[in-house]
C-alpha cells in the first residue's frame, strides 16, 4: 500500500505530484457533467414537459357511408376565432393537431353535398376529440349556358340541289307532285 501512495506522489513527467494532476482530472470531468446537464435542461422546458395541445379528427362519409376524399374542413376558435382549414385524404380522413384547449366550430363542405357545422366541439389538451362527419345530398342546380353564332352562308357559291326533267317527263308528272320537289 505505501508504494501505491507513493506512486500517488510521485512527480509525473510534468513535474507535478499525480493525484494532483488525477484531483485535476477528476474535477474537469464534473464540470463538465454539470454543464451538460444544464444545456440539457435548457433544451426541455416545463412547458414542453406538460402538453397543452389537443387535436380535431374524423371520417367524412356520404349517406351510404362512402368516404368522400377532398372535402373542406374548416376548424375555427370560438375564443381567438383562428381558422385552421385541411383537406380530408383518400380514405376520407382528415386530422386538425396542435390546437390550443379550447371551444371550436368544425364545418364540412364539398360540393354536391350540403355543408355541415358542428358548434360546441370541446378540445382538451394531450386528447384527440373525434368528429366524423355523414353529409347529405345537396341540391344540384344546374346552369346551362346557350351561345348562339350566326352562320352566314354565300348563297352564290352554295349548290343547291336542281332535278333536271326531259319534256316527256315532264308531261308524265303531276303539277302537284312538282311543288313537293
Known amino acids: 500500500m505505501a508504494r501505491t501512495l507513493d506512486w500517488l506522489w510521485a512527480p509525473s513527467r510534468q513535474g507535478r505530484p499525480r493525484v494532483v494532476l488525477i484531483r485535476s482530472w477528476l474535477r474537469s470531468c464534473a464540470i463538465s457533467f454539470v454543464i451538460v446537464v444544464i444545456t440539457a435542461g435548457a433544451y426541455v422546458s416545463p412547458a414542453e414537459a406538460q402538453a ?32 385552421r382549414t385541411t383537406f380530408t385524404d383518400g380514405a376520407g380522413v382528415y386530422v386538425v393537431a396542435n390546437l390550443t384547449a379550447g371551444t371550436y366550430r368544425v364545418e364540412v363542405q364539398l360540393q354536391g353535398f350540403n355543408r355541415f357545422a358542428r358548434i360546441d366541439t370541446e378540445v382538451q389538451a394531450d386528447t384527440v376529440t373525434r368528429v366524423d362527419v355523414t353529409l347529405a345530398l ?17 348563297v352564290q357559291k352554295t349548290p343547291l340541289p336542281v332535278t333536271v326533267l326531259s319534256g316527256r317527263e315532264l308531261e308524265e308528272k303531276d303539277v302537284e307532285r312538282m311543288a313537293d320537289l
Open 138 to 154: 345537396g341540391d344540384f342546380a344546374a346552369t346551362v349556358a346557350v351561345t348562339a353564332e350566326r352562320r352566314t352562308t354565300d
Open 52 to 83: 397543452t395541445a389537443g387535436a380535431i379528427t374524423g371520417t367524412v362519409v356520404d349517406p351510404i357511408g362512402g368516404v368522400l376524399p377532398g372535402a373542406a374542413v374548416t376548424v375555427t376558435s370560438t375564443g381567438t376565432n383562428e381558422v
